[in-house]
């Protein structure tokens, strides 16, 4: 399969909500209309924490995204990068997508000077694990949330 990663532009919202779609699917999240809207508003402003990379086919189609936030961090001077969102589309899954586009995250993140990417997912999540496994470092971190 050929495709390349970029950055997302606002001419890719058929493709990223496609994505973003499939995303929330996944995880069986429900989110609303406001919420989405704001999400692609704040990854197409220049000076937001937050991007987004997508990998596109030749017809120029997103077929896999990593929607992203930079952000300061106590631990060092400089940025650290929540990857936050990453979908590949089923089609275009054992191709390598998800690879490279965590992979041209990581030279972003250098070209920036980012202190570190970090992410997380499904413990019973087994396809991404296996590809997280070989590209990070995984840690014994348990993530706690409180709802507000």
Same mark, same amino acid.
């Given at each position: 399969?050929?495709?390349?990663? !970029?950055?997302?532009?606002?001419?890719?919202?058929?493709?990223?909500?496609? /994505?973003? $779609?499939? =995303?929330? +699917?996944?995880?069986?999240?429900?989110?609303?209309?406001?919420?989405?809207?704001?999400?692609?508003?704040?990854?197409?402003?220049?000076?937001?924490?937050?991007?987004?990379?997508?990998?596109?086919?030749?017809?120029?189609?997103?077929?896999?995204?990593?929607?992203?936030? !930079?952000?300061?961090?106590?631990?060092?001077?400089?940025?650290?990068?929540? /990857?936050? $969102?990453? =979908?590949? +589309?089923?089609?275009?899954?054992?191709?390598?997508?998800?690879?490279?586009?965590?992979?041209?995250?990581?030279?972003?993140?250098?070209?920036?000077?980012?202190?570190?990417?970090?992410?997380?997912?499904?413990?019973?999540?087994?396809?991404?694990?296996?590809?997280?496994? !070989?590209?990070?470092?995984?840690?014994?971190?348990?993530?706690?949330?409180?709802?507000?």
């Amino acid at each position: 399969m050929n495709f390349r990663i !970029r950055p997302v532009v606002p001419a890719d919202r058929p493709s990223w909500m496609n /994505l973003w $779609d499939g =995303y929330c +699917a996944f995880y069986q999240a429900t989110l609303t209309e406001q919420v989405t809207e704001r999400t692609w508003q704040r990854i197409n402003t220049p000076d937001s924490a937050m991007g987004a990379l997508m990998a596109v086919d030749e017809a120029e189609t997103g077929i896999g995204l990593c929607n992203y936030v !930079r952000h300061p961090n106590t631990w060092s001077d400089r940025p650290v990068c929540y /990857l936050e $969102d990453l =979908y590949v +589309a089923p089609e275009a899954r054992r191709f390598g997508v998800g690879t490279r586009l965590i992979k041209t995250l990581v030279e972003m993140g250098r070209r920036e000077n980012w202190f570190r990417i970090y992410w997380m997912t499904k413990i019973d999540n087994a396809r991404a694990r296996s590809v997280y496994d !070989r590209l990070a470092t995984k840690t014994d971190f348990i993530r706690y949330d409180i709802a507000l």
